[in-house]
């Protein structure tokens, strides 16, 4: 069987949000990471690490814990090795990136768990010495990259967590800050770094203002100033994907904003690939939907009787499938159907 040139789109998985595996694909190429700690965060990253040699890490797996939603397994998603500048200390330096596309108070402590993770592993790949004058512990930086709906981050900090910390006792308890790339502070006419992560940053600005649609001929149109090897041609088919299946858009929009960029036959077959990958995800989407709101329904039901007509209809009025998800953990923890009403509001 004749193997399917373009056949690359991936069918993302369903315990995040499409914008969050969006952002996480896009932040794994290596060329995009480091445009976005150049020129969207702290300056100071530039000035001490290496940013022309970043070198993607596989992703890491730690293992399962018993959370409430199930075993799920503790992973590093984005992980990066880059050097210092300092010419006599080419330390090495870990960088650990998460996206975000709804605020999120537990991101200090998700960054922080995944990094200590990473740094004990590479103690005990090394035979846990005692000693670190041979053992070089990399620098961890923690990376949020934030695209969403609401304003949210400036600062966040791991101390942020809790309510209160008695001054005396503050020195002692853990801190550390993350570097916060907050793309909903730049403006679309004057986007920095390459063609590539201008367009993955105006994709994920405007699936949030609602303006993807009508202006994914434009972003595609940047990669007309770049070479179109396998790798820009994957990031094209990604986004078109993306606009496809996180805003509502006509296929031939999608087929014209692609075949404009990318001529010929080799364009029609990747617009026809991505329509494909588009109808698939759109039919799977929909399957696990569904799904959702009836667990929902069956925990409330199996557990209160009977369910009250008013929250019946707006549970089964929802598409959100990670708010049904986090609704189903509250149908079968709630101590009251009111206490699950309060919870749809």
């Known amino acids: 069987m004749k193997k399917d040139k373009f056949a690359f789109l991936p069918t993302y998985p369903r315990t995040g949000s499409i914008h969050d595996y969006f952002g ?29 040699n970043l070198q993607a890490e596989p992703t890491q797996f730690f293992g399962p814990t018993n959370l409430i939603t199930g075993p799920k397994e503790v992973r590093l998603d984005v992980p990066y090795i880059a050097h210092l500048r300092d010419a006599a200390w080419k330390s090495e330096v870990l960088m650990v990136f998460e996206h975000k596309s709804s605020p999120s108070q537990a991101i200090a402590l998700q960054l922080g768990v995944q990094a200590m993770l990473s740094l ?10 005692a000693s670190f004058q041979n053992f070089r512990v990399p620098i961890t ?33 853990p801190q550390f800050r993350l570097i916060v790339i907050n ?71 999608v087929v014209e904003a692609v075949t404009n960029v990318i001529k010929g036959k080799k364009g029609v077959e990747m617009a026809q690939t991505i329509q494909r990958g588009i109808f698939q995800e759109g039919i799977a989407i929909g399957i696990a939907v569904g799904e959702a ?14 369910v009250p007509q008013d929250i019946e209809e707006t549970v089964r009025s929802m598409t959100d499938l990670i ?15 009111d206490e699950f009403a309060e919870a749809l509001k």
């Not at 445009?35 to 290496?50: G, K, M, T």
């Not at 004990?120 to 010495?129: E, F, I, M, Q």
């Not at 679309?188 to 590539?196: C, I, Q, S």
């Open 24 to 52: 996480r694909k896009t932040i794994g190429d290596p060329l995009i990471a480091s445009d976005l700690l150049r020129y969207y965060s702290n300056p100071v990253v530039a000035e001490h690490v290496d940013l022309d």
């Open 120 to 129: 004990y592993k590479r103690w005990t790949d090394a035979g846990r010495p």
């Open 141 to 173: 930086l923690m990376v949020l990259v934030y695209c969403g709906a609401e304003d949210w981050v400036n600062e966040i900090s791991f101390q942020d967590i809790y309510k209160y910390i008695p001054e005396a006792l503050r020195p002692f308890v």
């Open 183 to 253: 793309l909903r502070k730049f403006n679309y006419d004057n986007l920095p770094g390459r063609p590539e992560t201008q367009a993955v940053v105006e994709t994920m600005k405007r699936a949030f203002d609602e303006t993807l649609a009508e202006h994914l001929p434009g972003i595609l149109s940047r990669f007309e100033a770049v070479q179109l090897d396998d790798r820009i041609l994957e990031l094209t088919g990604t986004i078109a994907w993306y606009s496809g299946c996180a805003t509502v858009i006509e296929p031939q929009q």
């Open 293 to 306: 709101r009836g667990a929902v329904l069956a925990f409330l039901r199996a557990r209160f009787k009977s």
């Open 323 to 337: 708010a049904l998800k986090s609704l189903a953990i509250h149908a079968e923890t709630c101590e009251s159907l």
